[in-house]
């Protein structure tokens, strides 16, 4: 089953056109990772599927229900605030940058939206946080707070944060570039775990190597559109002129 589908998204700012002409989906506890040089427009297009960016035309559509579609008018359109509302809950973000609560302990950052947004049972939330929270390897951290905490470990809650609400599909947007390099591989540990949750996951990622690992499908985009995609042995082996130049510089490491 289609958990997304994108469909000729378009995305310009002033005179820079970033995304043109791209479509994709994802299918159910699928994993997808795209790649690709910086200013790509790989954050952007994560950006526009999650409505955190106005796409300039093209089609939105979760679970088969549309989100966001071009108009006769040649406008954007969104569905409305009750339909939003159902359809953004079906998906949870993780940022590079944590975007933690500074002023919330770690486990009231993770059990607020359940408990306040989806109005879920507080004694059933704080048992499936503690156990997230076990997961990560952060069971003794319930009452810290952010400040407290090393940069892998605030994204480790940031991943936590995000299961809490038991989406259908994660992004991941660079999941690891704010991170020392000793961080990053705990980072990615932890979301190769969740491999298991059968959770379908959108990463877009500058490691090469964990997304071969991870990834039933991988896309490789620059210059605003989708050069390649197809599964990490076909993208990685790929002779395409502009893969293989971006993949050399990787050469070590795969």
């Known amino acids: 089953m289609k958990l997304l589908e994108l469909n000729h998204v378009e995305k310009s700012f002033g005179e820079l056109s970033v995304i ?10 699928e994993i997808v990772s795209i790649i690709g040089p910086s200013g790509s427009g790989k954050s952007t297009l994560l950006r526009c599927a999650t409505m955190l ?9 979760y679970l088969g229900q549309k989100a966001a579609w071009t108009g006769e008018n040649g406008q954007v359109a969104y ?10 809950s079906q998906y949870g973000l993780v940022f590079q940058n944590f975007n933690l609560f500074p002023h919330f302990s770690v486990m009231k950052n ?74 990053t591989g705990e980072v990615l540990k932890v979301i190769k775990s969740l491999a298991d949750l059968d959770i379908a996951m959108v990463i877009v990622t500058h490691e090469m190597a964990f997304a ?6 991988v896309i490789f985009m620059a210059g605003g559109v989708i050069v390649e995609e197809g599964s990490p042995e076909k993208v990685f082996a790929s002779d395409n002129e502009r893969t ?11």
């Open 244 to 254: 293989q130049s971006f993949l050399g510089r990787y050469g070590a490491i795969l």
């Open 53 to 61: 960016e106005t796409m300039d035309s093209g089609e939105i559509i």
């Open 212 to 217: 071969r690992d991870i990834s039933h499908r």
């Open 110 to 183: 993770i059990t607020d939206a359940p408990i306040h947004v989806q109005k879920r049972d507080k004694e059933t939330v704080y048992k499936e946080a503690r156990e997230l929270l076990k997961k990560m390897g952060l069971e003794d951290k319930e009452n810290a707070y952010p400040c407290q905490l090393s940069g892998g470990q605030c994204q480790r809650v940031a991943i936590a944060r995000a299961l809490a609400l038991k989406p259908k599909i994660l992004f991941f947007d660079e999941p690891t570039s704010a991170l020392d390099p000793e961080l």
């Open 20 to 29: 043109k002409d791209i479509s994709m989906s994802v299918e159910e506890g």
């Open 79 to 88: 569905a409305g605030k009750k339909e939003l509302k159902e359809i953004q």
